[in-house]
């Protein structure tokens, strides 16, 4: 058991932080996008007819 750590515990720290970054990423991708359609006064609207299914 020990061994078997001591042979991925760096790959699964190195894992960890990867996943950690790229949410921490995205998110703040996603706030910045928000912000700037926010700042700009610009409304997302859909376009078209709806479609009943």
Do not use: C, H, W
Not at 25 to 36: E, N, R
């Amino acid at each position: 058991m020990i061994n078997r750590f001591k042979r991925y515990g760096m790959a699964i720290v190195f894992l960890l932080l990867v996943i950690a970054l790229m949410l921490l990423g995205t998110l703040g991708v996603k706030d910045f996008g928000d912000q700037m359609f926010k700042d700009a006064n610009i409304s997302i609207t859909p376009e078209g007819e709806r479609i009943k299914l």
